[in-house]
């Protein structure tokens, strides 16, 4: 709860201008030519726009209008729900984890650093992962029964409705149920068509939100995949998502993570966990553009993969490591971890320029405003898409491009001025003499003081680090 209230803005534009800035056309605060091109191909699935829809209806039912409390609330409802789905997982794996080791899993499953600002996303990947786990929680539970069957199916179905790409690791752990179980043809059917019939509403949702009849997960296969548009974003070489879990789950978490997963492939093949898994990664290998998100969906399962590949290894005989070094790595890597903890869960989400635009909103003026930014630092609109959601009344942005000759404005009293400037760009002479002139100060950084160090030994280069000035 405290990292859904301080992880403002979003990690990725899609959990903000496909989901957030896409409701907005259903509230009249959007129309079709303010939003992305995904909107006008419907290839996104209306479900998250939808249910972000009626949360906004009830925060206007309670007087909540401010954009900033309202995606906070998105996000409270996410940390809780992700809280509660974690909870029922964990209880579900007491009989795949050792009591030897079943407070680190426990531990883990809440707290490895890079867990809770993932799980407070109001994003595909947040959600769709979130129910792929509950699904594994019912079937790691063993009860076989119809209607387990028939809400594992629906799970199923609401993950994929989430994220088209979760069919991948739907079809995995579909297969692991009818090959390392063997359960009955009609058990399998269950899940199939519960999984049909939620895919079905989801077909009704998108009609309604969109107007017309349409198939957006086909829609989306045809224009990313048959089509190549996703190749337009860029493209990556096969070993990518290796590389990033080693350097970014922050060194040496990594390394233990790729480690704990190709041993528990080889030596426990069968486990639902890596027919699940695997084809997820396998397929996504193959796709030429990646990204680091991509991997959200299934990494609330990286603690039973890390536990129960220690398990393997504490199993053997020829296994006896020292009692004094365990406790000593235990340690290091325990401040190794809550040092990404505090820095993670503390920070923006993203690049955060959300935290210096909510800055500019809680100053309650009622002065015009006028917000100058430097360059390509316009937190409002960084990647020159309408944001609708988050624009100040009575304002207006301008540009202060460093290759032309800077005017500096003579200050109106009647006017809030304010300046957005990255640590790199500030110490431009430029913008010192804009800020000298303009009399301003600084008000606040996108992070705090004190994590800069840390971010900057982590490799964050100093354009990220965002600045607000006002006079």
């Known amino acids: 709860m405290l990292t859904a209230y301080l ?43 939808t249910i972000c829809y009626f949360i906004f209806k ?13 995606a906070f609330v998105l996000r409270l409802i996410t940390s809780l729900l992700s809280v509660l789905v974690i909870y029922f997982f964990t209880n579900s794996c007491k009989n795949l984890v050792t009591d030897k080791y079943w407070k680190p899993f426990v531990f883990l499953s809440y707290f490895i650093w890079f867990l809770p600002c993932i799980n407070v996303r109001f994003s595909s990947e947040t959600w769709s992962g979130i129910f792929l786990l509950l699904a594994l929680a019912f079937v790691i539970r063993e009860k076989r029964d119809a209607l387990s069957y028939i809400l594992l199916g629906s799970l ?75 190749k337009q974003f860029g493209t990556s070489p096969w070993y990518y998502y290796f590389y990033v879990i080693f350097v970014y789950s922050f060194f040496p978490f990594g390394i233990l993570i790729l480690t704990a997963f190709f041993l528990l492939t080889f030596k426990k093949f069968n486990s639902v966990f890596v027919w699940t898994i ?14 680091l998100r991509f991997l959200f969906p299934i990494i609330n399962l990286v603690p039973i993969v890390l ?73 409002y609109s960084p990647w020159n898409i309408t944001t609708n959601f988050y624009a100040e009344p009575n304002s207006e942005i301008i540009k202060i491009d460093l290759s032309q000759q800077i005017n500096i404005p003579a200050i109106d009293s009647n006017k809030k001025n304010v300046l957005i400037v990255n640590m790199r760009n500030v110490k431009n002479e430029k913008v010192q003499n804009f800020i000298a002139n303009t009399h301003m100060k600084e008000q606040c950084k996108n992070v705090s003081n004190f994590m800069i160090p840390v971010l900057e030994l982590y490799g964050y280069p100093n354009y990220e680090f965002i600045m607000l000035y006002s006079d």
């Open 7 to 49: 992880s403002n803005g979003y990690f990725h534009p899609d959990e903000h201008y496909q989901i957030i800035e896409f409701a907005g056309i259903k509230d009249g605060t959007n129309t079709a030519k303010d939003l992305t091109w995904e909107y006008h191909a419907q290839i996104r699935p209306a479900i998250q726009p």
């Open 58 to 70: 009830v925060c206007n039912l309670f007087s909540i209008t401010n954009p900033y409390d309202k």
């Open 156 to 230: 199923l179905g609401l993950s994929f409705l989430f994220r088209f790409q979760m069919a991948i690791p739907a079809l995995g752990l579909v297969l692991w149920i009818l090959f390392i179980r063997k359960e009955s043809i009609s058990k399998i059917g269950l899940i199939l068509i519960s999984a049909i019939v939620l895919v079905a509403i989801g077909v009704f949702i998108d009609l309604w939100f969109y107007g017309n009849w349409t198939i957006t997960f086909w829609n989306y296969f045809n224009e990313n995949l048959i089509e190549g548009k996703a």
């Open 278 to 291: 695997l084809p997820f990664l396998i397929v996504h290998t193959f796709i030429s553009h990646k990204e």
């Open 307 to 379: 536990i129960l590949a220690i398990q393997e290894i504490s199993s053997k005989s020829w296994v006896r490591s020292p009692t004094k070094l365990i406790k000593g790595i235990s340690i290091l890597l325990l401040i190794i971890n809550t040092t990404g903890l505090v820095v993670a869960s503390f920070k923006p989400a993203g690049a955060g320029g959300m935290r210096i635009t909510q800055e500019i909103n809680e100053m309650n003026t009622k002065k015009p405003l006028t917000i100058y930014f430097v360059n390509d630092d316009n937190p």
